[in-house]
């Protein structure tokens, strides 16, 4: 068992440790660069590769993508009412509490813990956060009246277009699957790194409320996890995603998204930090809750 969960958490810390050292040693890296090419090509061929290759697990992806977006509806009243007993501003501080690292963290994990099942699974739930986020989520930041002029990311139609072709059975072109297969390759590698890179470069302000948001964000994912789990009647390796997915820290993006529309971005970068060295130390309490 422990070393299951050594060689399942050890590249997570291996290729978040490279990214940090390499940016402490004072090496360029183009964080907003990396996180578009990862944002536009990398994840959206991933996910379309990974859903066309699966073979039969459109059932259980479907359970866990509707956990997912069951586990962001969760979080978001909750969030929104704790937010509002403390006074802080919804457009500031929901989207980090309610959007976990799915991708950059939760990915690598499902990969390493279950394997290529474990990935097209962890895929089902990251495509559908993801594409909330990325709509929702930076709407929030942005202070735009509605979502719409957002929906020019290519990430909701890559999980539309392979979950079409997925549900049908239906195999596109080898030349379209080898390619965005060979682009899909570098979203994980590029993602770890970047998290690393991150971590390096952020900083900790205001500690206590940055500690409790953090353990908000944790908590939250927890019982969503579980609860959905047990709800939706979900076993094996799809429930130890979905806890996996659910308990990720901040993610990376809403640091991004702060940085952008100058919405208090040192402290989501603060959140992002805190609550990523709060995830990695439980790393293996985490994986261990969910074999």
């Known amino acids: 068992m422990l070393a299951d969960l050594f060689s399942t958490v050890a590249p997570i810390f291996a290729c978040a440790g490279i990214g940090y ?10 964080t907003k660069i990396i996180t578009k090419l990862v ?8 996910i379309f590769t990974t859903l066309v290759k699966v073979d ?4 259980e992806i479907g359970y866990v993508a509707l956990a997912a977006f069951c586990c962001v509806l969760a979080c978001t009243i909750f969030g929104a009412l704790v937010l509002r007993i403390y006074r802080l501003p919804l457009r500031t501080y929901l989207a980090p509490i309610v959007f976990s690292n799915s991708g950059n963290m939760g990915l690598p994990l499902c990969l390493f813990a279950f394997g290529e099942t474990g990935l097209a699974l962890g895929i089902g739930f ?8 990325l709509t929702f989520g930076q709407w929030l930041f942005s202070g735009l009246p509605n979502p719409i002029p957002l929906l020019k990311a290519p990430m909701p139609y890559a999980v539309a277009l392979g979950a079409i072709l997925m ?9 379209l ?16 790194l970047t998290l690393g890179v991150s971590l390096a470069r952020m900083k900790v302000l205001r500690i206590s409320r940055t500690l409790n948001l953090s353990l908000l964000r944790l908590g939250m994912g927890a019982c969503a996890g579980f609860g959905l789990a047990e709800l939706f009647g979900l076993e094996g390796q799809s429930r130890g995603v979905l806890i996996i997915q659910s308990m990720m820290p901040v993610a990376v993006f809403n640091y991004l998204f ?3 529309y100058e919405r208090d971005p040192e402290e989501i970068a603060s959140l992002v930090v805190f609550s990523s060295v709060l995830g990695l130390a439980l790393l293996p309490l985490i994986v261990f809750a969910a074999s």
């Open 21 to 30: 050292l390499w940016a402490r040693s004072g090496q360029p890296y183009d």
């Open 126 to 133: 990251f495509a559908v956060t993801a594409t909330i986020q």
């Open 167 to 175: 549900i049908f059975n239906l195999q596109p072109p080898v030349f």
């Open 39 to 46: 944002s536009y090509i990398g994840v959206p061929c991933l």
């Open 258 to 260: 702060a940085q952008y």
């Open 56 to 59: 039969g697990l459109s059932i």
């Open 177 to 192: 699957t080898n390619t965005t297969g060979l682009l899909g390759d570098l979203a994980i590698p590029l993602m770890m």
